[in-house]
């Protein structure tokens, strides 16, 4: 199976700060990754695809760069409703695999 | 649009089996996506169940290959998912979601509401 390991898990910020969250894969995925929001209670939603992809109706803010094993999720500007968590997930192969998670919260 | 929903007993016994369906809506199960289960312990991350093509054709993790099954119903437009011999430890938040490609880039894009899925006694 292939790890994906998240950091930092948990990060604290203001609003208009700007945000770098980092997932790395056990082995070369290529520009296979995904990345998702989740806020309690629902369920993800996809943010970034094919590492550096935004999906449709997603605000800008939001970018996605790596390949290979290192990948990033960068908000330009956090906004109120972007405290929450945060998944990396490799497209790969199967079995699928998620990061561990980024809870990102007020400072 | 797609929307998926969950449904099923959300209290299931140690040993005993865990059922779910999830209904589409909004577009043919018959298009050629994969329809996956993916679960969520409390307080946990994602955890990937299984999937299965419009075919029927089927993928599952190999930690749960043992005890899982996920069918398909091309005439209600419903896959489910049935996993045996449960413990404490799949007590889980359930999701069915569409695994999708965009220029042979993969993702999950649709996804149920998720439903709770306890194992007790």
């Known amino acids: 199976d292939i790890q994906m390991i998240q950091s930092p898990s948990s990060l604290s910020a203001s609003v208009g700060d700007r945000v770098t969250i980092t997932c790395r894969a056990s082995?070369?995925?290529?520009?296979?990754l995904n990345w998702y929001q989740q806020t309690p209670g629902k369920a993800p939603k996809l943010l970034i695809y094919g590492a550096s992809n935004l999906h449709s109706g997603v605000p800008s803010r939001f970018s996605g760069g790596g390949s290979g094993t290192d990948f990033t999720l960068t908000i330009s500007s956090l906004q109120p409703e972007d405290f929450t968590t945060y998944y990396c997930?490799?497209?790969?192969?199967?079995?699928?695999?998620f990061g561990q998670g980024t809870k990102v919260d007020v400072k | 649009q797609v929307q998926l929903q969950e449904s099923g007993p959300g209290l299931v016994k140690p040993s005993g089996t865990l059922s779910l369906t999830c209904t589409v809506s909004?577009?043919?199960?018959?298009?050629?996506?994969?329809w996956s289960w993916v679960r969520q312990p409390p307080g946990k991350g994602l955890e990937w169940i299984g999937d299965?093509?419009?075919?029927?054709?089927?993928d599952y993790n190999p930690s749960l290959k043992s005890r899982v099954t996920i069918s398909v119903d091309k005439s209600k437009n419903q896959f489910s998912l049935r996993l045996n011999s449960v413990t404490a430890a799949d007590t889980a938040v359930y999701y069915c979601a569409r695994w999708s490609d965009g220029y042979n880039l993969y993702f999950f894009d649709y996804w149920g509401q998720g439903t709770l899925v306890t194992v007790s006694s």
């Open positions: 909004g577009g043919s199960i018959n298009y050629p996506y994969w």
């Open positions: 299965i093509y419009h075919s029927g054709t089927t």
């Open positions: 082995q070369n995925i290529n520009i296979y």
């Open positions: 997930q490799q497209s790969d192969s199967t079995p699928r695999t």
